[in-house]
């Protein structure tokens, strides 16, 4: 069964640069979800969308951004990176309430 | 706030024995969900228990739920080594759009062959 494409699997930034986390949803299925992970923690929820608009906002820094397109993939835009960015950001994709399914994550690392 | 509290932290037992992890959470919930993670891995999404029901399993997996304490347990009969991962609980929340995961802190289980 197809799963939840994310890419790139790794990244490395400078401080201050930009990355984009790209997200390809389970297919019909119509809401994606970041979440962060930071080492050692549990996965924070960031944003979400439901059939491209955004249906849920938890704590996402200012400079990030995101967005659902029309074929319904997602991508993930951080701006100024800092250190504390470093983390595995994971795009989730459900049918509505049903079960979120995760993709494998990106590992974002901010030197 | 922490939604989700995960009891114990940590857990290491022997195989074939059975593993019990706790979960408490703090408001009203549509869904609960476990997942699996192995280190610095991706989530496994393992069962959803639905607020209406109390108990539910999936092969070796036992999950029960009791909304009048706010908790769950997930338990693992007959543990092997492949089980050693972390484990999570996440709710969602009740009614409206507000499905996004609040995730407890998780129970790290190692299973010593």
Not at chain 1, 61 to 84: I, K, T, V, W
Not at chain 2, 17 to 32: F, G, P, Q, V
Not at chain 2, 34 to 63: A, C, D
Request: charged letters at 20%.
């Amino acid at each position: 069964a197809a799963g939840v494409i994310q890419s790139p699997r790794h990244l490395i930034k400078e401080k201050r640069e930009t990355a984009t986390l790209k997200c390809y949803p389970i297919p019909r299925h119509d809401t994606v979800y970041w979440y962060q992970q930071g080492p050692g923690q549990d996965p924070q929820f960031l944003i979400s969308f439901y059939e491209k608009m955004q249906s849920d906002k938890g704590s996402i820094p200012d400079r990030f951004s995101a967005q659902q397109f029309s074929d319904y993939h997602s991508e993930l835009n951080m701006s100024s990176l800092e250190l504390g960015d470093s983390a595995l950001y994971f795009c989730a994709s459900s049918l509505l309430e049903d079960t979120q399914y995760f993709g494998p994550g990106t590992r974002l690392t901010v030197l | 706030s922490q939604q989700g509290e995960e009891d114990p932290q940590a857990l290491s037992i022997q195989e074939g024995e059975n593993a019990t992890m706790n979960c408490s959470y703090k408001t009203s919930i549509n869904n609960l969900q476990w997942y699996r993670q192995n280190s610095g891995r991706g989530l496994v999404h393992l069962i959803l228990i639905r607020s209406n029901e109390r108990e539910k399993h999936s092969g070796r997996l036992r999950v029960t739920l009791d909304t009048s304490k706010k908790s769950s347990s997930l338990l693992i009969t007959a543990s092997r080594a492949a089980d050693t991962a972390s484990y999570f609980c996440a709710t969602d929340g009740s009614g409206g759009s507000n499905y996004k995961l609040t995730f407890g802190k998780g129970t790290l289980l190692t299973v010593n062959p």
